[in-house]
């Protein structure tokens, strides 16, 4: 009778720990998915510029901190409207979660950014500190550990673009190069212009996109040190300057482009060439053989 009174107990016993544990371990996980909901919402506030909302999510003492420096609550809000008035998003990818600590990766991009389809977008790991359901501190850990590929990548998505923009607007380009007193615009209007601008060049079909970037590569010097010409200076679209490796003579040449094909042309000689990738031309014709690489003027 003991022995069975003292198994009932042992029972009870075992049951009601294992319900104490089960309650912690949810109480834990939906402490977790609280904390996840937080950063989502604050993410969610940055793209929709909801300062209330930003606010609630951060303790009384809160803290935000980077390599460069370190901000209170107003100031960094003040920085995040900032932000979100210049066309600022951002979106989160949660790496690991504990009771208080959430890490993550989070990707910023500008309306720039998308239209141009710019890749990769910059990228910060961050550390988000929890206290009592609260963000306490951020800290941005890895600060954007990527950002000069970024900054090659926008500056590459921006060459075609600018292309577009100056074939489309000839007149304007003229004009700003032949005006001495020419009164500088809102920056609003600035603003509003080239929004207006990349959403019409995202509006291209790709074969639009590649015939801009093309017409864009077949610009300026591509150079070749082993070639016997050395030298391709495209002036215009018809024009193309090409200089011997000997004498350094330069001859003026038309050509035409059909797909991805060069052909350089007098009333003397022909030359084809293949455009390879944006940056590179490879001579096909006896005379002209050989990899010519495109000439990037130093910032």
């Known amino acids: 009778m003991k ?23 949810v109480l834990i996980v939906a402490c977790k998915f609280d904390n996840q909901l937080v950063v989502k919402n604050v993410v969610d ?8 909302s930003l606010q609630k999510s951060f303790a009384n003492d809160f803290v935000f901190e980077s390599i460069a420096e370190q ?38 991009s500008t309306l720039e950014d998308l239209s141009l389809e710019v890749k990769p977008l910059r990228k910060y790991k961050v550390k988000w500190h929890f206290s009592k359901k609260k963000i306490d501190r951020i800290q941005v850990a890895g600060y954007g550990a990527n950002n000069a590929a970024y900054r090659k990548a926008l500056e590459k998505a921006r060459a075609p673009f600018e292309q577009w923009v100056e074939e489309k ?26 929004e207006k601008l990349l959403d019409e060049y995202a509006a291209l079909t790709p074969e639009e996109k590649e015939a801009v970037q093309i017409r864009e590569a077949l610009s300026g010097i591509f150079f070749c040190s082993k070639c016997f010409f ?3 200076d495209f002036r215009n679209d018809t024009t193309v300057v090409m200089y011997d490796s000997i004498l350094g003579l330069a001859v003026n040449y038309s050509y035409t482009v059909e797909g991805r094909t060069v052909t350089v042309k007098n009333d003397k000689k022909e030359f084809v060439f293949e455009l390879v990738d944006w940056e590179t031309l490879a001579g096909k014709t006896k005379g002209a053989t050989g990899e010519y690489k495109k000439l990037r003027e130093s910032k």
């Not at 506030?45 to 209330?52: C, D, L, Q, V």
């Not at 190069?177 to 920056?187: C, L, N, R």
């Open 230 to 232: 050395e030298k391709l």
């Open 45 to 52: 506030a940055f793209n929709s510029g909801n300062e209330s």
């Open 3 to 25: 022995k069975s009174l003292c198994g009932k107990i042992s029972v009870v016993f075992f049951i009601s720990l294992l319900v104490v544990a089960l309650f912690f371990a």
């Open 71 to 108: 901000l209170e609550t107003a100031m960094l809000l003040q920085l995040m409207d900032s932000l979100h008035g210049e066309g600022y998003q951002v979106t989160d990818s949660i790496v690991s979660v504990s009771d208080t600590l959430i890490v993550s990766e989070l990707t910023v």
């Open 169 to 194: 607007e000839p007149e304007k380009e003229t004009s700003k190069k032949g005006s001495k007193t020419s009164a500088a615009k809102p920056k609003e209007e600035v603003k509003a212009s080239e």
